[in-house]
């Protein structure tokens, strides 16, 4: 989490630098602020709260210098207080550090500095690396870069850190160890940043920088080398989405623009996905046809709105596939035994491609043998690059901290992973794989049709602002869209809400009911397995016992008992998630609006999970 950006070039540093840190603001939101390069001095300046705070006290003194680092921190050690906000810097105010991530060993370098006189003013991790480079600066006469590379050595954890120094204010110095770091190539000018969105306004030429690379940038030129001070050949790379694709374009949240943008990142997903014999393509796979017919298991792992992507395609691939599907929350599975080998597929769901959990487990599965599959939506982020393979789902940017559009493209490229892999196992034929091909085609203009007609829905949502407590029951793939609608109501509403398999609540969630809570039941199946007749049962006992019934049903679904009926088009149960998970998003979306809450910042939480 924590937002990093760094400018040095021609222009007022401080224009790029709060562009940049409002682009990164949804990586946390707790406190900001920046350092100035100055003729011989730092200019330092930050505030609790978000980004408008450190604005409003820029204003008062606006400071000029064509270079500096500035932060916006999601809280990890000592709270979000101005003390402890970023950047950090010695004793003598001339070396400033920014830094994402957690030094886990920083109590023993607090101490050792604190014996060498370091007085320190903070409760951070991050203050340490400031001191240490201090030292390490004069020990290197003065080279910030042959600092750096010294000073991570010694740290442990994971990070990105810029550094700048006074009296050399043109050089910032950079380096990262699982936490992401992308150099941005100016026209005379050159920019360091934890996502390319805080500098495509200025360029769209970006240089990857792999683990334990140090990189100075200064307005003519860059350099990355490795811990050792050998010179490495830049990874340059070409951004592919324009500047307006990380604004809201006229909507009033990015969450809702995202909903909005849903059958366009659904058709995109799926463009180009099928050949003209029928054969599902994913270049990105890496497997060979023996290597999947030889497959014992998939493992899927990942963390909150993607393990739920992951519990959907459990049901698709296990029946189109005949391969047994185990998903995994990410964080759980690092510190188990599993039952991973050769032979195991690994599919690692990530939107950002950053989410530590996810990673780490990754890395387990991967020493243990496992080949790793990843779904992601960030190019070139860490997780597909540790990745034996990735299949790049084409949501564009997810700016809002709630996740809409990437969670449905994510359930679409794991549908086309389990297609491809029913074919190549010799389960499904070409004709059946076209047939879902083209029913899944459909999908975009079915959820423009719910888009459309979302009015009345909003209008319904606000009607139970002022409840308590929201269960959503679902059975077979509506129980992880269940899953989905509960955790999108807690993090934006701040309501207690919770996600239930229909056929669970007369094991214990039932007696939650008392009069007026409201119930969100998706009916999506038709009659397989009797399963709308059964949600019906449970829709009839929350009732019985004063639940008021909301019911998602598909267009012709017979419905009783449900006070309110929320419509959705038709289509086959697996596909079903892609078009009821949408009334849920707008669902908990309005009801952040109508308590007042900030849609696209809930509080507590960041976009990016880059600590465990
Ligand atoms: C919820 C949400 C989170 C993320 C989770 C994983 O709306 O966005 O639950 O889904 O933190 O993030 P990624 O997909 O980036 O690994």
């Not at 701040?494 to 969100?520: C, Q, R, S």
Request: hydrophobic fraction near 40%; charged fraction near 20%.
């Amino acid at each position: 989490m924590c937002g990093i950006v760094g400018y040095t070039g021609p222009q007022s540093a401080i224009t790029p630098l709060i562009e940049g840190l409002r682009r990164l603001e949804y990586r946390g939101y707790d406190s900001a602020g920046i350092a100035l390069g100055t003729a011989n001095r730092l200019f330092i300046e930050k505030r609790a709260g978000k980004l408008l705070n450190l604005e409003s006290a820029l204003t008062a003194t606006p400071p000029v210098a064509n270079s500096g680092i500035g932060h916006t921190r999601w809280a990890t050690h000592g709270g979000p207080t101005d003390r402890n906000a970023h950047p950090h810097v010695d004793n003598e105010g001339k070396l400033a550090v920014i830094h994402n991530g957690i030094i886990e060993n920083y109590t023993q370098l607090r101490a050792d500095l604190e014996a060498r006189g370091h007085v320190f003013t903070s409760e951070t991790d991050t203050e340490s690396v400031a001191h240490l480079l201090s030292d390490l600066r004069k020990s290197h006469n003065g080279d910030l870069s042959a600092a750096m590379r010294e000073a991570v050595k010694s740290l442990r954890g994971s990070f990105t850190l810029l550094a700048i120094h006074a009296d050399q204010p043109e050089v910032i110095v950079g380096v990262r160890r699982n936490s992401p770091l992308v150099v941005g190539l100016g026209n005379k000018e050159n920019f360091l940043a934890s996502d390319v969105a805080a500098f495509i306004d200025y360029t769209k030429r970006a240089v990857e920088l792999g683990q334990d690379e140090v990189v100075t940038i200064t307005p003519v030129g860059i350099e990355i080398t490795d811990l050792e001070g050998n010179k490495l050949v830049p990874k340059e790379y070409e951004i592919t989405w324009d500047s307006s694709a990380a604004q809201k374009g006229g909507f009033t949240h990015f969450m809702l623009k995202e909903i909005f943008e849903q059958p366009k990142a659904v058709a995109d997903t799926l463009l180009g996905r099928i050949n003209a014999d029928d054969h599902i393509v994913l270049d990105e796979l890496h497997l060979t046809n023996d290597e999947i017919k030889s497959l014992k298991k998939i493992v899927v792992l990942a963390c909150g709105t993607a393990f739920h992507a992951g519990m959907i395609a459990k049901y698709a691939i296990e029946k189109w596939a005949q391969i047994t599907v185990e998903v995994e929350l990410a964080s759980e599975f690092r510190y188990r035994d599993p039952l991973v080998d050769s032979q195991t597929l690994v599919i690692a769901i990530s939107q950002s491609g950053e989410t530590m959990d996810t990673l780490m487990a990754l890395r387990h599965a991967k020493s243990l043998g496992a080949r790793i599959l990843a779904v992601c939506n960030t190019n070139s982020s860490t997780i597909p690059r540790e990745s034996d393979a990735v299949l790049y789902t084409h949501a564009g940017p997810e700016i809002a901290v709630a996740s809409t559009k990437a969670f449905l493209t994510q359930v679409i490229a794991v549908y086309l992973i389990g297609l491809h892999l029913a074919q190549t196992r010799g389960v499904m034929t070409g004709h059946q794989v076209r047939e879902i091909f083209e029913e899944m085609s459909e999908l975009p203009a079915k959820i423009e049709q719910i888009l459309e007609t979302v009015e009345p829905l909003r209008e319904l949502t606000r009607g139970f602002k002022d409840s308590n407590s929201v269960l959503f029951l679902g059975r077979h793939v509506g129980f992880p869209v269940a899953l989905e609608g509960a955790l999108k109501l807690k993090e934006l509403a701040y309501m207690h809400a919770e996600g239930f398999a229909g056929g669970e609540l007369k094991h214990g969630p039932i007696a939650l009911i008392e009069e007026g809570t409201p119930v969100i039941a998706i009916l999506p199946f038709g009659h397989e397995h009797g399963l709308d007749e059964k949600m019906l049962s449970n829709v009839q006992e929350v009732k019985a016992r004063g639940a008021r019934v909301i019911v998602i049903a598909r267009e012709g679904a017979e419905v009783t008992g449900a006070e309110h009926i929320i419509r959705i088009p038709s289509a086959s149960s697996l596909l079903q998630p892609i078009l009821a998970t949408v009334p849920l998003q707008v669902f908990a979306y309005e009801m952040a609006v109508v308590r007042g809450n900030d849609v696209d910042q809930p509080r507590n939480l960041a976009k990016s999970v880059t600590v465990e």
